[in-house]
């Protein structure tokens, strides 16, 4: 069993049991992904039941340059190639949200696990196929909502639970203000184009918040949102001009959850 900890007041903290093969070796996984795959593989190396088999990134440089700085033996710039590889248990895909669906996919007919960033996907369609498919093959499958993993929120869902702020929950407020996505100065990537991230502030950002007010609060019933691209131009990454802005920079809503409880969230890439 896991060993109990406590927080400064005293509380206790939750642990978490790490999944292992089987067979009682380590899990062989390949990361796909250069951006917030960096912490997907920092992350992977304080699992001790955990061994990065592989790494894959567009640019064959910054690829060998990664894959040496973690130890990694194997590197591509083609996903196909990685998940070829025999013996591979697991994916965690952290490349754009346009290639979510496609990797996936190909991941599980293989009959490889998926943990994959979020936005899941570009839209609903392609997120249920993906749920499909993975309970078609029985494999492991979750989207990267690593905050229902930090202890103070575990703790809080516990109290929550065992009724310690009593009964019943009666508002949540959520605000995520992201100070990058605010300057102005960074280029049109592919984060605000909705053909290749489906999504903008609310996906990007407030999926979070959305997520962890339905794991403690419950589901939502009923909501009224508003979005707004404030900051509708971006200078193109070649520097040539200007391009536009077509996902939405900034979000803000209410809702009732299906116990009642009200919950207001606003998350913004413009403002900081």
Known sequence: MPM???????????????????DNRKLRVGVIGGGFGRTHLTAFQVCENVEVEAFCRRTRQSAENTAKEFQIPRVFTDYRELLELKGLDAVSIAAPVYLHYPIAMEAMDRGIHVLCEKPLALNKDEAAAMLLKAEEKKLAHMTAFNYRFVPALRRMKELLEEGYVGNRIYHVD????????????????????????GFGALG??????????????????????????FNRERKLPD???????TVEDSCAF???????????????????
């Open 254 to 272: 209410v809702a009732e959850m299906e116990g009642g409880a009200q919950a207001s969230i606003h998350v913004s890439g413009a403002a900081r």
């Open 239 to 245: 520097g040539s001009g200007k391009g536009s802005v």
């Open 4 to 22: 109990e900890k406590r927080s400064d007041y005293g509380l206790a903290m939750p642990t978490i049991e790490m999944a292992r093969h089987p």
């Open 204 to 229: 990007d950002m407030g999926v979070h918040l959305i997520d962890l007010v339905r794991w403690l609060a419950g589901d939502f019933k009923k909501v009224c949102a508003h979005t707004a691209i």
């Open 174 to 197: 959520g605000v995520w203000f992201g100070e990058t996505r605010a300057d102005l100065n960074a280029p049109l990537g592919w984060r605000y184009r909705r053909e290749m991230a």
